[in-house]
């Protein structure tokens, strides 16, 4: 049983049984188990079979989490959304690093329609060692962040909204075009994806 | 003849031939003449029938002008670009501002990817009057511009990038989905219109 | 606290609770506020714990105005819509000008497939200091009434229609593609947007 | 051998020697031919098999007409255009029509961004029995003329704009969105086979 | 009041009551009036205030018709449908037809796989004056049925089929692209549209 | 050295003398050599290097065959396409089934706006043991012959068209929206990759 | 009556009565059934009134079988998935094939990213005489099975996925660009396609 | 002048004279500069300013190397490709990462239709320390590669592929649409911006 390594459940499109049943038997042989895009109706299935489950309401994440490994305090993965409804997908990478056993710091709603909100937060975006940028709408906050740091940056573009925005299409291509040195992209919504692939770069050394 | 409100010709698909006809007939009641979209070989034959006219190499245009009324000093429209690549478009906004009789300023090759080189231009772009952002890739120069300023922004598309940018739709969608305050959108390389609906607005009191 | 610049609420995936508590604590140091794409059963709570609250039905804005400041009688916005489904988001349009400060006129449904109707609008219409133009399905009202005046049309796409609106993009596509002068657009449904820039460009000087 | 049904070629993609063997055998058995999408070359080649056939310039039309019908002058269909650049498209329109044995007048660069220029039009447009409107870029003259006249409206969107015209596909998504009655839309760019339908209509009774 | 000319109310979007108003309100004027997209529950509240008003289930049309006319008995207007699922689209096309003064046949389900049940009713689709089809999934029939007859062929995309038809929009752009002669198409399920323009052409003579 | 089973080189973006290497050295070890995607420089160059090797001008397809085995003359392939501009894309298919050792018959220009020139070749089209349909534009020919036969169908769309055909998306969209039993899609202009899977179907027994 | 035909009914946008007495004629003439897309309120109508009728639940199939020839045993198709979320679809194929007489195999969840578990079923995957792979997200497993075998594949994409998935979008693009000899494509989520299609090809000889 | 960190200059829209004097004024102050997407014709002029420049042909990248220190040579990048055609793509971030001081290893041309080709390289895929993919049509290697390593995978998508490929959409989606853990994509052809975040993150520890 590998530390760090949790083992993930992807549960839209499944049952709360299912989940529960799946959750049940992997805990037998796992350290860590996350299973993602969860519903609270799903929660309490799991919690009756699998008391030591517990659930985050924002990102809708069940766990367990047996790992006892420190993460290691000098290196933190940064999360940030540019608004506040991009909140529970920055949350899903953000829970995900945590318990892939990295220190993480949090900056929410610094869009850059507000770019000194964003300044405020100098210090700790030039002390990240990786850095998630959660952000619907026009995504141009990955772009900036991307332009001050010299680390890696994973941008997230979210489905937040509406129009031209066409269910984070728009956030996505900005994303892509960046010409900020550094960043790469996944897919919408995928915040899982990103806090995994944070903690696969903030653990090389 | 109204001053500052010149006659347009749009070159793309004619003959220069038919410009020159056309420039030269405008020539006879109009102050002012742009010519948009075209190539040194139509000025040349412009030219030869109406030496007054002129050209402008990087924004495509051929102009007569004969206004003489001074602009506004006070009031002046601000051209930015993102990109080097994004001249040719910020041009076209630019000069024909200035033939309608607008004082126009440039800031070029300011994008948010280094985002200091942005901010070293706060004066000039706390003053301006109207600001045009021309900007391709993922277009997010028009966001933070529009976050700093309470004037109206222009917001620009260009064609300029490859890949994902699929010809301006990137920068198009990333301008239209902009939270900040005050910002509006022409068509992807329609440099012209910015540049007009910039001198309108500009003129109003 | 300035006048005229009211602190903006977006509901739309906040819960009435949140909204109520935002509008709230922004009452203390705001002289207006304003809270669009709201329900009426987000009304409900904001009203109990902040009673000057007051609601449009049609454009869904929740709003407090303490502004005393008379708007310019000479200098109004014109917002005008093509049918009556798009209504709505003109409405949204027209409440965020007023309640930032400007008279408002509104001219609905005249449509382009029936110019007579149009036309009926002219005097209002030459008045107008900026002009609104809401529309969904083909999106055409922009261009004619864009080339019927020199003052700056905002286009403003509506998602109404079916089939080959594709939720709105019929009418943006069209918008952008205007031949008329003095025509910039926003996204499709964003009336608070249009609002806000309509107010921007109608209190220059 | 039918008078009025001329057989047609498309010529893109055909070598000048296989439109020429193609038109010299059809004279043998047919009345009118037509051959569109031709270039002048293809016509040399043609002309020198087939002397009596003839070349339409702005079209690209190559054509025999031995039909010695009289087009009936009570009832004919009006080809419209938004800009001079469609014209082409128009003429395709037109000379299809004409060859079809139909009479037809044109009204062509009556954008709606100008609309008096198109009202200048009235008497012709009302009296017209079917009516080809060509216009890229947003399209929005098929809704107008669709609303002012209670006869069928063929909506011939052009390739001609730029940016998000996207090679006609906001005039054809404008065109398929009008409100107006008794409008249908063909291919982008598809002029023969708008003045193909218009002559199957106005012949008709 | 003219016969065969109703007042049409699209429904989608309003509700009942607004539905029985403008419905009672025409009545007083019109000789017949089409209320197109309405629900069993519009119906109910317009019955209430208007007892003459019918229902056509299927395609969703309250009506009103005092009309006396007799339709032309030798000239029908044909609605074709590929599928069962596209009968009510058809139907709202030949209902509209019907009260607009014009004799309609049907042929429904009849799509181009099963070509043989098509060419069972070759005598009708000769006999017609006007031809709509409506069709879903990969929209064929249309071009067929073009081929087949000299009369004007209106085609009607619908919404109908899942995956790659995209809503309809694989029909659409089957139908744009048909190389067959005197087809022209509408928005995707606009059954009332087709069948306006099929009454407007079914009355030339 | 297996028959049937020759190396394939895409040449497309390669040179003339990559080209002639690559076949050279396949031309060592294996019995047949296709190489599609080539153009009559590439042959020259080929042709130099290796005498035996030969060119369809028509497909653009240089090879080598040495196979000796007969095909079976009970079990053809039958290659349809809808117009001559699709001949092309269908020779790339037909010319590769008979490399892989297939018996090949082809019927062309048998669009669906003439279906009476389809039904002319009902036995061909009966006796066939696989078809592969070629068709552009609107793609409705593989619906129609999906429907009149239980052997399974190739659609192999084109690129031919303009306007709405969208570079084959059209006729792409159509044909995997067929409701015919049998008939499943390759890429736009795969002609080369429709030919090997007829003939790798045409040989299970 | 022949065996291994069944008859198909499409239920979706179908009531649970007309399912049911369609199925009920059906079954004077018939031997199989077949009713795809159905729910269990629909089964329960059937059933009512056709005792013989049965459903499976996973791919929602509503059934009656009375064919009793023995499937071929030799020859079988395999239905391979690459995610537990792609099983109702890849069901509904492997019925499909069941119904119509053949043997079908089944090897789920061997998505690419885990490509150590596709490779412990290379004996059954190399014995198949026809492979359906069903897939969402990237939809890359057709590729790699397709490189694997000499028989022909059917790729058929599942709108299983969120963000640039596209509902399917994304996996149909990746099949119809595969590289491998002998795949082709149907429809998204078209299960009933693909085993009707395997089934023609797997009962060739 | 920090080591490692070269300046760079995209070329692509600037003239031979403009990058000549942009890289002889950089190499005034930096230790290595890089200019991407240059071509032959520019590369002479550059030389004639700058002797010390040299050229990369198959990515075209003129650079100058004047740092001296030695890449780490236990962490390497790995650059994969699928095919040879998407070689100079993958060359542009290969030696955009030697530049920039990292080992740089390869292997080519080993798509996913051929996966043994792939296993062959099993070592030195499971020794990379970060690996870069690209791919063009289906993009399929990506999400194979990234389920075969713990380490970040960079998708680099390319134009290469013709029809549904849309010039690298069809690679993109597939891309951000993998199930594999430790993926990251950028935009279509970006060799450059891979190379560099491979750098950024091999760098890391
Ligand atoms: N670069 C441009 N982009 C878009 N519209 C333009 C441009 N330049 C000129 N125009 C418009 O084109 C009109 C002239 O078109 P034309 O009569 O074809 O020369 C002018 O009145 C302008 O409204
Ligand atoms: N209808 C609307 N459409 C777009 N943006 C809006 C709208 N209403 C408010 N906003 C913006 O949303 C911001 C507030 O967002 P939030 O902090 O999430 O409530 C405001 O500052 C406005 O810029
Ligand atoms: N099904 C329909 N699809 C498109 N347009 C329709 C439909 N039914 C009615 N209309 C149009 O909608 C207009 C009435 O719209 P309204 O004033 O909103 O009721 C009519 O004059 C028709 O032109
Ligand atoms: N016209 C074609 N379209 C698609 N794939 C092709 C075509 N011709 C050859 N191929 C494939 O390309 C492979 C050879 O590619 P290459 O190694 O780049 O020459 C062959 O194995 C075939 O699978
Ligand atoms: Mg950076
Ligand atoms: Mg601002
Ligand atoms: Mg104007
Ligand atoms: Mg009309
Ligand atoms: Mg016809
Ligand atoms: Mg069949
Ligand atoms: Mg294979
Ligand atoms: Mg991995």
């Known amino acids: 049983i590998r530390q760090g390594f949790p ?3 992807f549960c839209q499109g499944k049952t709360a049984e299912q989940v529960a049943t799946i959750m049940k ?4 042989h796992n350290n860590s188990i996350l299973a993602t895009r969860a519903t609270e109706a799903m929660y309490a299935v799991v919690k009756a079979v699998l008391p030591e489950a517990q659930f985050y309401e924002v990102p809708k994440i069940i766990y367990v989490k047996r790992d006892t490994i420190e993460p290691d305090s000098q290196r933190f993965v940064l999360v940030m959304s540019a608004g ?5 997908v920055a949350e899903e990478a953000a829970v995900t690093a945590e318990i892939m056993g990295n220190k993480v710091e949090r900056v929410y709603d610094v869009g850059v329609a507000g770019i000194h909100r964003l300044f405020a937060h100098q ?3 030039q002390n990240a060692n990786v850095i998630i940028v959660a952000a619907g ?10 332009g001050m740091v010299a680390k890696p940056v994973i941008a997230l573009p ?3 909204g509406y129009g031209a925005s066409f269910n984070g299409l728009a956030a996505l291509l900005s994303m892509l075009n960046s010409c ?6 996944v897919n919408i919504d995928n915040g899982f994806g990103a806090g995994r692939l944070a903690s696969i770069i903030n653990k090389m050394r």
Chains 1, 2, 3, 4, 5, 6, 7, 8 share one sequence.
Do not use: Q
């Open 7 to 9: 083992e993930v459940i």
């Open 25 to 28: 038997s992997l805990a037998v």
């Open 158 to 160: 979210t489905s937040v």
């Open 123 to 125: 210090d700790i975006i």
């Open 84 to 88: 506040t409804s991009d909140i529970p």
């Open 137 to 146: 709408m026009e995504g141009a906050l990955a772009s900036v962040v991307g």
């Open 180 to 185: 900020a040195a550094g960043i790469s992209v």
